[in-house]
C-alpha cells in the first residue's frame, strides 16, 4: 500500500453479527456485516490489501467514463440537463 492511512471499526450489531466499516487511504468505503470478529479481522485485512488495485481499477473506470463524455459531446448528443439521460 501506498500510505498508511486506514480507518476500521468493529461493533456488535445484532443477532451475533459484527459490522466492520472501512475507509482506505484513497478515501473509498465499505461496511459489512461479519458472523464473528475474527472473520471481520480478516475481511478487513484483506479488503486493505486490496486498496492500490481497487484504486488503478477505478482510475481506469474514471478515465474511460470521460472519453464516453467527450465523444458524446464531439458528437453534439449531450445537453446540460442533470436528468442522467444523455
Known amino acids: 500500500m501506498s500510505q ?5 471499526t468493529i ?6 453479527m459484527w459490522i466492520v466499516e472501512m475507509r482506505d ?3 473509498n468505503y465499505a461496511c459489512v456485516y461479519e ?4 472473520m471481520a479481522m480478516s475481511y478487513a ?3 486493505f490489501k486490496k486498496a492500490d488495485k ?5 482510475q481506469v473506470t474514471n478515465k474511460a467514463i470521460k472519453e464516453m463524455i467527450a465523444i458524446d459531446r ?3 448528443i449531450t445537453t446540460n440537463m442533470s436528468d442522467g439521460l444523455d
Open 4 to 8: 498508511s492511512k486506514l480507518n476500521l
Open 45 to 47: 485485512l484483506d479488503w
Open 11 to 16: 461493533e456488535k450489531a445484532h443477532d451475533n
Open 25 to 27: 487511504h484513497h478515501c
Open 35 to 38: 458472523p464473528s470478529v475474527v
Open 54 to 58: 481497487r484504486e488503478a481499477h477505478q
Open 74 to 76: 464531439k458528437a453534439g
